[in-house]
């Protein structure tokens, strides 16, 4: 019996597919797919042109970027890593481009670049992708798995579940004696109505530091004000560092913005200076610092209690601390969250202390393997999920096909 079975046509599924294909082409190869396509998650995924991996190529460094799976990970990241990634799409007449913020797209600036390279693969390599497969059990006998589906059963010396933060494919994993820790979400935004955000949609600034109150989280990088609130990486780095305490506050929590990521009395003795140097001129005019737009700062001057026509020299110090403590530590409620864009990523899956990552096998049953957002791995913004999936893809790959 040489049939290996592969549930989720996804990102990890195709690649441990190609992988256990071209190392060992006895193997009969098999993709189940329970939807009418493939590689959704690929297709949508930056702004649709998928942000295939990140330009960090040290291990170490990778793995601060898992909230969870940082430990575990790391020793399949010294086997296959970014720079790897790069070179198997390289190999297989992909190129791609490094941006300014370090993530990796092809040139082609189309995700469909990346799934035709993946299907095309698969297809040389002699995988069979199945779709309308919807797996409804998997149960171990002798030597191997029995699957069945809607539609047919499978006889299979190997299985490879990845298909994703899949509540079908947790209860199965359940039903095989695995543990799923709860999912809660992990990227996502920051839901405030605040009238210092009214009208200000599409604008950000490049370095803010932004904390939730009375933990400590905490986070720094670009912040973007949107229709419902604040997002951009400082937010989303922070949304999936602190998944489980906000889950837990029900996504009722304070958040300490500094606009600037300067102390505050840093900024206060920059606003004393502008006093002095330039009196006359109307303070609403113009931002004087480059990172504040004059839109933000207007709207800051005003609900510190600034009124339009005033000058520098008009302003007393208890007026310049509190716009110094807007720009630094302005308070803000959030009130719940909404998904970024359409790229929704869970914290939660399959218990990682359950699993072989020099093989990414289950320690419960031989022969049953997992790969991607199955397990409760989950990442930053910026190709990092994604390098999750291609490295366990290629780990689970490589061991299956060592017949």
């Not at 046509?9 to 189940?32: D, K, Q, R, Y």
């Not at 430990?71 to 990634?85: A, I, V």
């Not at 059963?153 to 509540?167: D, H, I, R, Y």
């Not at 509190?322 to 909404?338: D, H, M, P, V, Y």
């Amino acid at each position: 019996m040489n049939k290996i079975i592969i549930i989720g046509g996804g990102a990890a599924g195709f690649f441990s597919a190609i992988t256990i294909a071209e190392a060992n082409p006895a193997l009969e190869v098999i993709i189940l797919e329970k939807g009418k396509n493939i590689l959704q998650k690929v297709k949508i995924s930056g702004g649709g042109r998928c942000n295939v991996t990140h330009a960090c190529f040290t291990p170490r460094d990778l793995v601060e970027y898992y909230p969870r799976g940082k430990k575990e990970l790391l020793g399949p990241f010294h086997q296959f890593m970014t720079g790897d990634t790069m070179e198997w799409f390289a190999n297989r007449g992909v190129e791609l481009k490094i941006e300014n913020d370090n993530r990796i797209f092809p040139i082609s600036n189309s995700s469909q670049t990346i799934i035709d390279c993946l299907t095309q693969s698969a297809n040389n390599a002699g995988v069979k992708v199945l779709l309308g497969q919807n797996v409804n059990t998997v149960t171990p006998k002798k030597n191997g798995f029995v699957v069945t589906t809607n539609l047919e059963e499978f006889t299979a010396a190997k299985v490879l579940m990845a298909a994703g933060s899949n509540p079908k494919m947790w209860d199965l994993a359940t039903s095989l004696g695995h543990t799923i820790v709860k999912p809660v979400p992990s990227l996502f935004t920051f839901n405030i109505n605040d009238k210092r955000l009214e009208d200000l949609m599409g604008v950000s600034v490049p370095n803010a530091t932004v904390k939730i109150v009375k933990t400590k989280l905490e986070s720094s990088g670009p912040l973007l004000i949107t229709h419902w609130g604040m997002s951009g990486p400082a937010v989303l780095k922070l949304s999936a560092f602190g998944a489980r305490i906000l889950a837990d506050k029900d996504y009722q929590y304070n958040v300490e913005v500094n606009w600037m990521s300067e102390s505050n009395e840093s900024v206060l003795q920059q606003l004393k200076v502008l006093k002095n140097i330039q009196p006359k001129k109307v303070v609403v005019l113009k931002s004087p610092f480059a990172s504040i737009s004059k839109r933000l700062w207007e709207r800051l001057l005003l609900v510190s209690g600034l009124q339009p026509q005033m000058k520098w020299a008009d302003l007393s110090n208890k007026l310049i601390q509190e716009i110094a403590n807007q720009l630094t530590k302005g308070i803000f409620n959030a009130n719940g969250k909404s998904t970024f864009k359409d790229e929704f990523v869970t914290s939660g899956g399959i218990k990682l202390k359950e699993i072989d990552f020099k093989r990414f096998e289950s320690r419960i049953h031989k022969n049953l393997f997992f790969a991607g957002e199955i397990l409760d791995i989950d990442a930053v913004t910026g190709g990092f999920n994604f390098q999750n999936a291609w490295t366990g893809g290629f780990i689970a790959g490589k061991s299956i096909s060592e017949y």
